[in-house]
């Protein structure tokens, strides 16, 4: 059983601990030295616009090497790392954690933080590190001071990823926006200085207009224009990391941050796709086209995400000037393919069939139905919550070609996949077959 008990460190804190362990280990090659370069610059539609008083980024840090902290000498016997990661318990958050105690050869306590927390938490008891289980709320900023004080890394993947109305917009702002502030007071009150944030894709685009995004990279001109509260709230969120960046942490010394952009993920633990089989089961085995084959969605695969995240914490220290302010998309090798064919890559060897090589319904129609599950959520509120998967965002993200190619984080952090494309489909099958054999 694990022992609980009350964190004290800084004062009220309500988030409670757990104790447990974990271990090993593995390090990756580096790659070239970069170019600085920039970051995209999303505007909200209906949104109020960021502080500014901070000022533009502050990319430029000198070398860390010449201010090291105690604890960070880059060297195998230099003092163990405290990692902490927000969100750990979420299904990128899971991978992120299991990767650190993979492939973190410095890591000597992880602190596991989140709203609630995964039984298989519980796994992780034996092993040479300390893992330290904390629940909390991103939006207690008192909860995140006690959490990240002592930490040397923070990894903030912690999010209300909802695209489907299930949460107020005021909500999602609240957890993505203030929880991202929140986390960035608390490093620099308790003196850390390495900082890396899970954004999204979703601060570029798709945009309103439906414009696509091509083979983009971190510097294509794209109009990122938002209007869903989503999109928004990563966007102020990512835009509050950069400019955070330099800032003086308790100690005196510059924090040092960069923002993380996946596609869309897919891998072991993605409910939505877990959903597509289940529905599938439900009609009997089939699946009906609504989106054009035409149109390429990007996605990467979990276990190549929480890769980067790992990598970009480690190099943060080493890259400061180089990294510190920058935006990264994830991306890996998975296919360009339209979001239901790509889902196809999955669904198909688990026994479903996609009907249709043109969209059976046209897209007139999709629209309509659309807008009426908005209006039916809208009704039907005050009695019960109606969140379909289809709705007018949902819709045009899926149907507006958006794909990355990029290899910015290749040359500033030495980031290669770690898994090719088979491998990450082979793991997400088995766990998509795994998954559709619990409760219907
Ligand atoms: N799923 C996707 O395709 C993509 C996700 N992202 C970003 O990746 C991050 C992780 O997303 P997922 O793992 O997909 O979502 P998830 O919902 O599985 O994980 C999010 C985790 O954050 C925790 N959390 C939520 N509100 C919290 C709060 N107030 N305090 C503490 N913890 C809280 C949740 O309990 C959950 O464990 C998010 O920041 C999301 O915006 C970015 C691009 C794509
Ligand atoms: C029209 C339907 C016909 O089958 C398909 C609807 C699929 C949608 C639910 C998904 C299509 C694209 C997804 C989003 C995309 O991958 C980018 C994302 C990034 C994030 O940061 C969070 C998740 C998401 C918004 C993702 C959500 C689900 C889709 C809209």
Not at 134 to 159: K, S
Not at 308 to 334: T, W
Not at 361 to 373: K, M
Request: aromatic residues 8%; contains cysteine; hydrophobic residues 40%.
């Amino acid at each position: 059983m694990p022992v609980e008990h009350r964190v004290a460190a800084r004062g009220r804190l309500r988030a409670r601990v757990v104790g447990v362990v974990a271990g090993r280990v593995s390090v990756p090659g580096m790659g070239q030295e970069g170019e600085g370069g920039a970051s995209g610059r999303g505007r909200c539609v209906g949104w109020p616009a960021l502080d500014e008083r901070r000022g533009p980024l502050q990319a430029s840090l000198g070398t860390l090497g010449q201010r090291l902290q105690p604890g960070m000498a880059d060297s195998a016997q230099a003092q163990k790392l405290v990692y902490l990661v927000t969100g750990g318990c979420g299904f990128l958050g899971e991978h992120v954690v299991r990767m650190l105690l993979q492939r973190e050869p410095r890591l000597g306590e992880l602190r596991v933080f989140d709203r609630h927390l995964g039984p298989w938490l519980e796994e992780l008891k034996t092993g040479p590190v300390r893992v330290t289980a904390i629940q909390g709320d991103v939006t207690e900023a008192h909860e995140v001071a006690a959490a990240v004080a002592g930490a040397h890394v923070v990894i903030h993947t912690a999010g209300l990823v909802d695209v489907f109305g299930r949460a107020s917009p005021e909500t999602i702002h609240e957890v993505n926006v203030q929880g991202t502030r929140n986390v960035i007071e608390a490093c620099v009150q308790t003196g850390t200085r390495f900082l890396v944030y899970t954004s999204s894709m979703e601060v570029v685009g798709p945009n309103t207009k439906g414009h696509p995004f091509y083979r983009g990279n971190e510097d294509t001109l794209y109009e990122a224009v938002h209007r869903h509260p989503y999109p928004c709230s990563k966007a102020l969120a990512e835009r509050l990391v950069l400019e955070a960046n330099g800032r003086e942490v308790h100690g005196g010394l510059p924090l040092v941050t960069c923002a993380l952009r996946p596609t869309g993920i897919y891998g072991e633990g993605h409910q939505i796709m877990r959903d597509f089989y289940r529905q599938g089961l439900r009609l009997g085995g089939w699946l009906f086209r609504a989106i054009p084959a035409s149109v390429e969605h990007g996605r990467v695969y979990v276990g190549n995400v929480a890769w980067m995240h790992v990598l970009a914490a480690r190099e943060l220290e080493r890259r400061a000037a180089l990294m510190g302010g920058q935006v990264y998309f994830c991306y890996d090798g998975s296919p360009y393919k339209s979001y239901e064919d790509f889902n196809m890559e999955f669904l198909g060897p688990c026994g479903l069939q996609l009907v249709g090589a043109r969209p059976l319904l046209p897209y007139w129609l999709l629209v309509f139905l659309a807008a009426l599950n908005a209006l039916l959520q809208w009704l039907l509120r005050p009695l019960v919550l109606y969140a379909p998967l289809l709705n007018p965002y949902t819709l045009a993200v899926a149907n507006t070609t958006f794909t990355v190619s990029t290899d910015k984080a290749q040359r500033h952090f030495g980031y290669e996949p770690l898994f090719s494309w088979e491998d990450s489909r082979t793991r997400t099958i088995l766990w998509v077959q795994a998954a559709g054999s619990f409760a219907q």
